[in-house]
Each structure stands twice: as structure tokens, then as C-alpha cells.
């Protein structure tokens, strides 16, 4: 072990780059347009995270008194009471504050935080960089969720590598390792990159990178040493002012903070800030905690919609806050009772709330808070998806009850099943195909086909848009793209024998990722067999969700204008428009207009609630769905369309 480096006390250099690591952060999820590519400042906490853990785990094992148990206390210990109090301080404010819906969400996040599970529930819910992500009071919890899966496999690889191989070849090791998994994460990035972006398997390099500084120190003369310092910053800077939202990330770009930070752990500077600014170590102390407080009271700010001033105050905010949590909880002893070298308070109460998180999931955010009218409850159980377990046939793999099978994807119906009307139309055979936004249009057709006494046939999983080929909006690793490639196989397989088919899908993703074309000669194929075919327009997508803005209306009073909620619909729109156009050209292709279905409205009325006919800022409500169907129905410019569907005329 004479190779390595020995473990050092306090690095003043190290606390200065935790500091200029959260200031980026806090600073771009302020004011992003100010520092476009501070999110880059969380790679560096990686960075310090991999060569702290490497020196504790290696230094132990040369000492012989490495414990994996007390490893993974020490870890606790660290990381779980100010999470704790923070989680606990949302719980409290969320029972007084919330509406139902956004205390059931707090729910589930508090109990995937605590249980360090958040990056794979923020995988699935959400984009890190869209708007909706300042609802969500703890997504930033996601990196704290891949250090801790991290810091479990690590000592557990570390231990299984000193039984077989010498320290010579363990460093050669990690070197591979390293590069290999940057690799993993350069394909990720590009092909898969939400899930590049939230799980371990492509963050893992940067902590490995960590872990060399330790395994391969090197020396600098004094002169050298600063030079490599000031290089070192300007790198990470570099990354903060360069790197944007929409850089594929972490992928090759992020060796520019990742190699920046390296090169200041190993100059072993001991740079720390000067006396003018020696607040700034506080800061790096405190960082933890500031990284804690500060998305918290970001969220708050949104939640109310307020701005200026209270941005500024909010940014300040983050840090005292911060500074009194390391102060009290961190080094306190306000937590210092142990039971086998674990905090045992902040450890008991944190298990207790990620029961009470599932609670809250499971029992509506608590709705019994608020004394709400009967009629309203009932409209309240229409604002849901359309699921099988609700009596639809969207084969959703966001629920339980999604099932990979190409019977039970594909043979669902809907509408009057069995006509028995004497002037009923002739029964003709209809599918509706599509992934979650035809999902959605469910209830809307269900209607429509109950008024006139017909049935149609839905085939419906997410992010299957229609297409014959292998493309997919989503996950390709999701159970839903092996239920759209047999959806697909059915849909090629079968599409001559309908009369018409009804095609409806997310259609601004699908031209986002450049798969229109794709869904274009799906069309002519089907469309030139003699089968009518009907595209149902995309409706109007938020930056937000204006919902979540209805139920605040209902139980605490703000104003409620769907317009406030953001414009996200370029795509969506243009996607509309591209298929209109397609529709006009060719005899048997029709278009259904949102204006059709939704008359130009963002709201309905129901039960005197204006409602908004969006769900989550993207899809539709049963209710909507239902409330946009009575709109098809009245307007007689409908009649066109609804006479080819039923009557063939």
C-alpha cells in the first residue's frame, strides 16, 4: 500500500470546491439563464464523494480496521438526519398546505428519498429540465439517491477485489473500469438520455474518477501545484458557462468539471479562500445542507408564483438555512444518540416516514383534510387516466396491472358492444391504435361509439406511436416497448381487415425525435389499402401542470387561469399541423381538429367547477375526454367525419 497516498485531515481545497460546486447549483436553479451549466456543479460533488469514500474504504483495509458495517453507519450518519429533517419539515407543511393531489405526489417522493430510491421515481415521472420539475419538492434528492447506491456496491467491490488481486493490479482495475463505464455513459447519454441522466450506471465514472486521484497521486512543485489549481477552477467554470440544458448529459462533456476537480484534489493545494471571502468556507462546510434546503424553497416559489424579490430572498434564504442545519443537525447533538454506531433517532423516524409517504400514496394525499362537496368528489374521481382497472383498455406499464402478453394487449373493446338499436349503423370493424395520447382519447371515442351504438377495438400502451418500425418514445428498456413491438406485429399483421383506424399519439414527441416520417408511411400504407384512416390532434401541452393549479383554485382559493401555466406546445402544434396537411392530400385520411374536440376551450363545466380538460399539462381526463365528446357530438361541422366512421358516406 506504500503506492497510495495517505489519508490526509481537512482539505481546505476540497471544502473549496464543494463551495464553488453548490453556489453553481443553487445559482442555475435560481437564475438559469445566468449560469446555463451550473447542474454541472453536482458532477463535481460526485467527483469529491468517490475520492473521500476510496480513501476512508482503502486506507481502513491498509490499517486493518476497516468495518463494512460501521462504513455504511458512518454513512447514515451523514447523510440521514438533515434529509431527514428536511423531509419531515415538507410532511408537516404539506398537511396545512397541500391539495390532496400534491400531497399524495410529497408522499411518494419523501418515502423514495429517505429509502434513497427518488432517482428511479424522478426517472420515470419527469424531465430534470422541464418546467413541471419545480412541482416535484425534492427531485434534487436524486443525486443523493445515486451516491447512496453507490456508496453500498463500492466498499462490497473494494473488499471482494483485495481476496483475489495485489493493490497493483486493483488500481489497473478502476482505470478500466473508469473508462469503460465513461463509455457506458456516452452511448446512454445520447440514446437514453433520461435514464443517463438519473441512474448509477452512468454516474458511476465520475466517482470512480474520484477514487483515482486517490490511487495514483502525483507530486507538483508549489508552482505547478497552483498552475494545475487555477486550470483546475477554469475548467469547472468553463463547464458551468458552456454545458446547456440540452447537452447530452453526463456524457463527454461532463470530463471537463469531472477532470477540473481531479486536478485540484490531486495538487493537495490546501487552497482555501482568503479573508475577505472566508464566509465561503462556511460554505463548503454547509454545503450539504444547502443543497438540502435550497430546491425546497425554489419549489415554494413556484408554488405561489412569485418572482423577484422573493428569488432573491429565497437564494440567501438556502444558504443560512443551510448553514443553521449544518450548525444544529449536522454537527449538533440534536441526533447524537447511537445504537450500534447508527444515529438512532433520525434512522427509527425515517423509516417511520417512508411508511407514512406510502401511506400518503395510497390514501389520496389525505382528501379527508378538507370537508368536500359529494358532487365535487365525484368530479374529483373523473380527473384519472383511463386504465383498465377503471374499465378502459390503455395497457399502461406505469401501472400494475400493465401486462406484456399480445392477446391480452391487443384484444380489448369499447362502446356499445352489442348493438341491439334497430337503427343502429352497420357494423363495422374499427381500431383505435396508438400509445398513452390515444390512451387518453378512450373515454372520448367510448362516447361517441355508445351514442351510436357500435364497438371499436383499442390497442393502447405507452409510447407506441404508430409505426411499423422498432422506434419508441420512451424507455427502450420498458416493460411497454416489448407490448409495442407485439402491438405494432398486430397492427401489420391485421390493418387490411378494418374498415377504418383511428391513430393518436404524442405527437409533438414523436416529431421531436424525428419519427414522423416513420408515422407518415404508416399512413399511406394503411390508407392505400382502401382503410380509412382518422388522426386525432395532439391536445394543447403545458409547461406545467394546470390541474394541480384547479385543485389549489378548489381547496385554498388562488386564481386558476389555465394560461398560467406555460406554453410547451410548439411540437405538438406543428406535428398537428403536419398531419392536417397530410390529411387534405390524400382522399381517405381524416383529421380530427382540437378545435373539433375542444371548441377552442381549455376548460369545461362540470357540476358548476371549471374544470381543465388536461390532466397532467399533456393527456386528457376521463372527464375531459368525455366533456370533449359532448363538444364532437353538438357541432354539426362533426357530421362529415361522423358519418364516414358509421356509415361509410
Not at 232 to 239: E, H, K, P, R, V
Not at 358 to 372: A, D, E, I, K
Request: glycine share 6%; net charge neutral.
Amino acid at each position: 500500500m506504500a503506492e497510495k497516498q495517505k489519508v490526509k485531515g481537512f482539505r481546505s481545497d476540497i471544502n473549496a470546491l464543494r463551495a464553488y460546486a453548490v453556489i453553481a447549483v443553487v445559482l442555475y436553479h435560481f437564475y438559469p439563464s445566468y449560469l446555463l451549466g451550473g447542474f454541472a456543479g453536482v458532477d463535481v460533488f460526485f467527483v469529491i464523494s468517490g475520492y473521500l469514500m476510496t480513501s476512508i474504504i482503502f486506507s481502513g483495509i491498509e490499517n486493518n480496521k476497516f468495518s463494512l458495517m460501521k462504513f455504511y453507519a458512518d454513512r447514515v450518519n451523514r447523510i440521514l438526519p438533515p434529509l431527514f429533517f428536511v423531509c419531515l419539515t415538507l410532511m408537516l407543511y404539506g398537511y396545512f398546505f397541500l391539495t390532496p393531489m400534491d400531497y399524495r405526489e410529497l408522499g411518494v417522493h419523501i418515502a423514495s428519498s429517505l429509502s434513497f430510491l427518488s432517482n428511479f421515481v424522478y426517472w420515470f415521472q419527469t424531465d430534470y429540465f422541464d418546467a413541471s420539475s419545480l412541482e416535484k419538492w425534492l427531485l434534487h434528492t436524486w443525486s443523493l439517491s445515486v451516491e447512496w447506491q453507490f456508496y453500498i456496491i463500492f466498499p462490497i467491490f473494494i473488499l471482494f477485489l483485495f481476496r483475489f488481486f495485489c493493490l497493483k493490479v486493483i488500481k489497473s482495475i478502476f482505470l478500466i473500469l473508469t473508462f469503460g463505464l465513461l463509455m457506458v455513459s456516452i452511448f446512454f447519454s445520447n440514446f437514453s438520455p433520461d435514464s443517463a441522466y438519473y441512474l448509477l450506471h452512468t454516474r458511476a465514472w465520475e466517482m470512480l474518477a474520484g477514487s483515482l486521484a486517490f490511487l495514483y497521486p502525483l507530486k507538483f512543485s508549489l508552482i505547478k501545484s497552483r498552475a494545475l489549481v487555477v486550470i483546475g477552477f477554469l475548467m469547472i467554470l468553463a463547464s458551468y458557462i458552456v454545458v446547456h440544458d440540452s447537452s447530452n448529459w453526463p456524457g463527454y462533456l461532463a470530463l471537463i468539471p469531472v477532470l477540473g476537480a481531479v486536478l485540484i484534489i490531486l495538487t493537495s493545494s490546501g487552497f482555501t479562500f482568503p479573508k475577505p471571502v472566508s464566509f465561503f468556507n462556511h460554505i463548503g462546510l454547509s454545503s450539504y445542507s444547502v443543497y438540502l434546503w435550497h430546491w425546497p424553497i425554489l419549489v415554494a416559489i413556484n408554488y405561489y408564483s412569485l418572482s423577484g424579490i422573493y428569488l432573491v430572498l429565497g437564494f440567501f434564504l438556502s444558504f443560512f438555512i443551510g448553514y443553521l442545519s449544518f450548525k444544529y443537525i449536522e454537527r449538533g447533538s440534536l441526533f447524537s444518540y447511537k445504537v450500534l454506531n447508527v444515529k438512532f433517532l433520525p434512522a427509527l423516524c425515517s423509516v417511520l416516514l417512508v411508511f407514512f409517504g406510502v401511506f400518503l400514496y395510497f390514501s389520496g394525499g389525505l382528501p379527508h383534510r378538507f370537508n368536500t362537496d359529494e358532487d365535487h368528489k365525484n368530479v374529483f374521481e373523473g380527473l384519472v387516466m383511463p386504465f383498465r382497472s377503471n374499465g378502459y383498455c390503455f395497457n399502461s406499464f406505469n401501472k400494475a396491472d400493465g401486462l406484456v402478453d399480445y392477446r391480452a394487449g391487443t384484444e380489448c373493446y369499447l362502446g356499445h358492444k352489442e348493438p341491439s338499436i334497430n337503427d343502429s349503423p352497420k357494423k363495422k370493424k374499427v381500431l383505435l391504435f396508438g400509445d398513452s395520447y390515444a390512451g387518453h382519447n378512450e373515454p372520448f371515442f367510448d362516447e361517441i361509439f355508445k351514442n351510436y351504438g357500435a364497438a371499436f377495438q383499442s390497442v393502447t400502451t405507452n409510447w407506441c406511436f404508430p409505426s411499423f418500425k422498432d422506434e419508441f418514445t420512451g424507455p427502450l428498456q420498458h416493460d411497454s416497448y416489448k407490448q409495442c413491438l407485439l402491438n405494432r406485429e398486430f397492427l401489420k399483421s391485421n390493418y387490411k381487415g378494418y374498415d377504418s383506424i383511428i391513430f393518436a399519439a404524442s405527437w409533438g414527441k414523436v416529431l421531436e425525435k424525428g419519427y414522423l416520417d416513420s408515422v407518415l408511411k404508416l399512413i399511406n400504407d394503411v390508407s392505400y389499402s382502401g382503410v380509412d384512416v382518422y388522426l386525432v390532434a395532439a391536445p394543447f401541452n403545458y409547461s406545467q401542470n394546470p390541474l394541480k393549479g384547479f385543485y389549489r383554485s378548489y381547496y385554498f382559493g388562488f386564481n386558476f387561469d389555465p394560461s398560467d401555466f406555460g406554453n410547451k406546445d410548439f411540437y405538438f402544434s406543428r406535428a398537428n399541423e403536419i398531419l392536417f396537411d397530410y390529411s387534405n392530400s390524400v382522399d381517405n385520411v381524416y383529421f380530427i381538429t382540437r378545435k373539433a374536440m375542444f371548441d377552442d376551450e381549455k376548460t369545461f363545466t362540470e357540476r358548476g367547477l371549471e374544470v381543465p380538460f388536461s390532466l397532467d399539462g399533456g393527456h386528457i381526463s376521463v372527464l375531459g375526454a368525455k366533456a370533449a365528446a359532448k363538444v364532437f357530438l353538438k357541432d354539426a361541422n362533426n357530421a362529415p367525419i361522423i358519418n364516414q366512421i358509421f356509415y361509410g358516406k
